[in-house]
Nanobody, 118 residues
């Protein structure tokens, strides 16, 4: 089992910045991929950014150039730096760990609300 705890959400004006943190209960170097997903009301949960245990990253087109995912293995924490926020970035943001635990499995945090006002 992997437990994930997100923090850092809140209310920000358009053009502002926030940094989300996701603390894992295990050594994140052992986790194949960690990522951030978001879900707006009435919409599906979509991938925002992912980072592998060797540092490869990929981003949704809608956030490229504005968001940056990073990881601190010593702190077992993954971050999402969000700049130039737009109202359409408003959603609940979830941390995800995709790893092999007797089979491939996904673990999720409880989510943190990000609201961007216009």
């Amino acid at each position: 089992q992997v437990q994930l705890v997100e923090s850092g959400g809140g209310l920000v004006q358009a053009g502002g910045s926030l940094r989300l943190s996701c603390a894992a209960s295990i050594n994140i170097f052992s986790i194949n991929t960690m990522g951030w997903y978001r879900q707006a009301p009435g919409k599906q949960r979509d991938m925002v950014a992912r980072i592998t245990n060797i540092g490869s990253t990929n981003y949704a087109d809608s956030v490229k150039g504005r968001f940056t995912i990073s990881r601190d293995n010593a702190k077992n924490t993954v971050y999402l730096q969000m700049n130039s926020l737009k109202p359409e970035d408003t959603a609940v943001y979830y941390c995800n760990a995709h790893t092999y635990v007797g089979g491939w499995a996904d673990f999720w945090g409880q989510g943190t609300q990000v609201t961007v006002s216009s």
